[in-house]
Nanobody
Framework: EVQLVESGGGLVQAGGSLRLSCAAS????????IGWFRQAPGKEREGVLC????????YYADSVKGRFTISSDNAKNTLYLQMNSLKPEDTAVYYC?????????????????WGKGTLVTVSS
């Protein structure tokens, strides 16, 4: 069974940094779209960053471009989100997600497999 487990969330001051990790099991990072979504209080879940495990193609939401970086360690089945220059509006529950094959629309509209989320709170 596919499992995705996030870690690394917490409280950080505006301008600070955090790195989130997603440990995956039950499948191999060979040909998947994997990435991060977030859901702020009272808002719909949105795609933030996604990457193709086969060729490294990426999708970046405009709101995080230049501040967040996605990377994957395919040998370890682990996904990372490096978040720099954090803003209060980045406060949300961040979810790791995955789906077979690469399509950017998966990062726009959703995935088949989801973690339970990790909370990131950015104070002003």
């Amino acid at each position: 069974e596919v499992q995705l487990v996030e870690s690394g969330g917490g409280l950080v001051q505006a301008g600070g940094s955090l790195r989130l990790s997603c440990a995956a099991s039950g499948f191999t990072f060979d040909d998947y779209t994997i990435g991060w979504f977030r859901q702020a209080p009272g808002k719909e879940r949105e795609g933030v960053l996604c990457i193709s495990t086969s060729d490294g193609s990426t999708y970046y939401a405009d709101s995080v471009k230049g501040r967040f970086t996605i990377s994957s360690d395919n040998a370890k089945n682990t996904l990372y989100l490096q978040m720099n220059s954090l803003k209060p509006e980045d406060t949300a529950v961040y979810y790791c997600a995955a789906d077979r094959g690469w399509s950017r629309w998966k990062c726009y509209y959703g995935m088949d497999y989801w973690g339970k989320g990790t909370l990131v709170t950015v104070s002003s």
